[in-house]
């Protein structure tokens, strides 16, 4: 049985970032690629997009009902949330209107973290996250 290293909900947002990052690169290289093809009138499919959505499409689903308060609590969680309303929501619904319903919400958190100088606490990397 392997070990969960990060099974409280609080630290939820921790895991997911870490995981994230960590393949950011390897997601931002097949995105180069382009998406897959299928059958002709077939929605198209991003090579990670059955993926992101076994593993986080139940978070992000959480996250767009309400934003957790230990998710909003320092730089890096609330990073975490942007992430997944602003960059999931993107992948999960592509050619959909879905894909940008929750841009408010995270530009309001995006305000927020600047606004309480939490971007200046961010790495370089993160803040490109941030500021997307």
């Known amino acids: 049985m392997r070990r969960r ?12 970032l ?3 990052l960590q393949r950011s690169r390897r997601v931002q290289v097949l995105a180069q690629q382009g998406p897959q093809h299928g059958k002709p009138g077939k929605q198209r499919q991003h090579p990670d ?12 689903g ?27 929501s993107r992948n ?5 209107a879905r894909a940008f319903a929750q841009d408010t919400v995270a530009l309001a958190l995006t305000k927020n ?5 939490w971007d200046t606490d961010l790495s ?7 500021y997307m």
């Open 5 to 16: 290293l990060f099974h409280r909900a609080q630290d939820k947002w921790r895991f997911f």
């Open 18 to 20: 870490f995981l994230y």
């Open 49 to 60: 997009q059955h993926i992101l959505a076994s593993r986080f499409g139940q978070l992000h």
């Open 62 to 88: 959480a996250l767009v009902r309400a934003v957790p308060t230990n998710w909003t609590t320092t730089p890096r969680s609330l990073l975490s949330a942007v992430i997944v309303l602003d960059q999931f």
């Open 92 to 96: 999960l619904f592509r050619d959909d």
């Open 113 to 117: 973290a600047i606004a309480r100088g």
């Open 124 to 130: 370089a990397r993160e803040k490109q996250f941030l």
